[in-house]
C-alpha cells in the first residue's frame, strides 16, 4: 500500500520477517517558505480553513468544521488550489474538503478561495490515503477529484505513485454507490497505468474521457502542454 499507517509516527508495518518496513509516500517533501502575500493569506484564513492535524487522533468533525451538513467532495493533491476554488464555486451545496501536504500550496490555495469569494472548502494537510482510509467513512464521498498527482516518472519510482491497486480499492470503498471518481494526468505512461488499475477495481466502472470541461487549466497542465504531453483526463463511477 503505498500509504502511511499512522500520519503522526513512524511505521510500524514489518517484513515477514519482523523487520521494519519503510514507508513509501506518495508525494515528496517540498520547500515550506511562504512568500509575504501566502504568509499574509495564511494568517487571515488558516485559522479559518485549515482543519487542524490533530484531527489524526480526535477524528474529522465534518458538521463543525463546515458548519453544516452537506455532500461531499474530496481533492486529493489541491496544489495551489487552482482548481478547487473553482470548481467549489460552482457547487456551494457541497462541502469540499482539500488534502495536501505543502503548505505554499496551502497558502495560495486560500488566495485563490478568498479570490473567488468561495467558503464551502477546508483544507487538511494530512496523507490523503490515510485521512480516507482513517477519518472517511464508507460510501461518504460524493465526488473524488485527483488533478495532476505527482507522476514519479522514473521507473524505480513507480511505486510511489498514488494510484495503484490499494489505494483504488480503498478510494472506491469511500465513494458512494453512482459517486465519480475523476482524475488527470499529463504523462500518458501514469495514464495508462490508472486505466489498468482503475479497470481492475471491481467497485469501479469508466475509463478515459473528454477532458472535463469544468476543470480550470492550472499551471500543472500548462506546464505539461509546454513541454509537448497529451492531458488525458479519466472518470470512474462507483457502481453499487
Given at each position: 500500500m503505498p500509504y502511511r499507517s499512522d500520519p503522526a509516527r513512524p511505521s510500524t508495518r514489518?517484513?515477514?520477517?519482523?523487520?521494519?518496513?519503510?514507508?513509501?509516500?506518495?508525494?515528496?517533501?517540498r520547500g515550506s517558505r511562504l512568500t509575504l502575500?501566502?504568509?499574509?493569506?495564511?494568517?487571515r484564513r488558516a485559522g479559518q480553513w485549515l482543519v487542524p492535524a490533530s484531527v489524526a487522533t480526535e477524528g474529522l468533525d465534518l458538521a463543525?468544521?463546515?458548519?453544516?451538513?452537506?455532500p461531499l467532495i474530496v481533492e486529493i493533491g489541491s496544489g495551489v488550489g487552482e482548481a478547487v476554488a473553482e470548481l467549489a464555486a460552482q457547487r456551494p451545496a457541497y462541502d469540499v474538503l482539500a488534502v495536501e501536504v505543502w503548505r505554499p500550496g496551502l497558502a495560495s490555495t486560500f488566495q485563490h478561495l478568498e479570490q473567488a469569494g468561495v467558503t464551502n472548502v477546508r483544507a487538511l494537510a494530512l496523507d490523503?490515503?490515510?485521512?480516507?482510509e482513517h477519518l472517511v467513512d464508507e460510501g461518504a464521498?460524493?465526488?473524488?477529484?485527483?488533478f495532476f498527482p505527482d507522476p514519479w516518472p522514473k521507473v524505480r519510482h513507480h511505486k510511489r505513485r498514488l494510484v495503484g491497486p490499494g489505494f483504488a480499492a480503498l478510494a472506491a470503498s469511500r465513494?458512494?454507490?453512482?459517486?465519480?471518481?475523476?482524475?488527470?494526468?499529463?504523462?500518458?505512461?501514469?495514464a495508462a497505468h490508472m486505466v489498468e488499475v482503475l479497470d481492475a477495481e471491481p467497485l469501479l466502472e469508466g475509463g478515459v474521457t473528454d477532458r472535463y470541461a469544468e476543470r480550470p487549466i492550472t499551471r500543472f497542465e500548462r506546464r505539461g502542454l509546454a513541454a509537448g504531453?497529451?492531458?488525458?483526463?479519466?472518470?470512474?463511477?462507483?457502481?453499487?
Open positions: 514489518t517484513t515477514p520477517e519482523g523487520r521494519p518496513m519503510a514507508e513509501v509516500r506518495s508525494y515528496a517533501r502575500q501566502q504568509q499574509a493569506a495564511w494568517d463543525r468544521w463546515f458548519g453544516r451538513t452537506a490523503a490515503a490515510w485521512v480516507l464521498v460524493a465526488e473524488l477529484w485527483t465513494l458512494a454507490p453512482g459517486a465519480l471518481w475523476r482524475l488527470a494526468t499529463d504523462w500518458p505512461d501514469y504531453r497529451a492531458v488525458t483526463d479519466l472518470c470512474y463511477c462507483r457502481v453499487s
